[in-house]
C-alpha cells in the first residue's frame, strides 16, 4: 500500500521561505512520478509542480523561478523548496504518486502567507 505523509507548512512572512518534504511508503510505485499540487480556499486545485523518475521537473508560471522540486529516492522523500513566498502562495499542498494504476494522494500541509 502507498502512504504518503507531508510536513514543512507553516506560517511565514512574506518574501520568507519553507520546504516542504513528503515522505512515500511504497514509493518505487510512482513510476509516473510525483507533483506537488495546492488549493487555497474558494480556488480549484492546482499543479504546482512535477517531477518524472527521471528528475525532469515543470513548474506552474505562478511559482517558476521561486520554488523548486526535488527528490531523493533513497529516502524516498519528494521536497519543495518554496522562495519569496507571497500571499497569493496560501494554500493547502499536496503530494500525488503517480503509480501505473492508481494515484495516491499525502493528507495534505498547510502554508499561510501573510
Known amino acids: 500500500d502507498v502512504q504518503l505523509v507531508e510536513s514543512g507548512g507553516g506560517s511565514v512572512q512574506a518574501g520568507g521561505s519553507l520546504k516542504l518534504s513528503c515522505v512515500v511508503s511504497?514509493?518505487?510505485?510512482?513510476?509516473?512520478?510525483m507533483r506537488w499540487h495546492r488549493q487555497a480556499p474558494g480556488k480549484e486545485r492546482e499543479v504546482v509542480s512535477t517531477?518524472?523518475?527521471?528528475?525532469?521537473?515543470t513548474y506552474a508560471d505562478s511559482v517558476k523561478g521561486r520554488f523548486s522540486v526535488s527528490q531523493d529516492s533513497s529516502k524516498h522523500t519528494l521536497y519543495l523548496q518554496m522562495n519569496s513566498l507571497k500571499s497569493d502562495d496560501t494554500a493547502m499542498y499536496y503530494c500525488?504518486?503517480?503509480?501505473?494504476?492508481?494515484?495516491?494522494w499525502g493528507q495534505g500541509t498547510q502554508v499561510t502567507v501573510s
Open positions: 517531477i518524472s523518475r527521471a528528475g525532469t521537473t
Open positions: 500525488e504518486c503517480r503509480g501505473q494504476r492508481d494515484d495516491y
Open positions: 511504497g514509493y518505487e510505485y510512482c513510476i509516473f512520478g
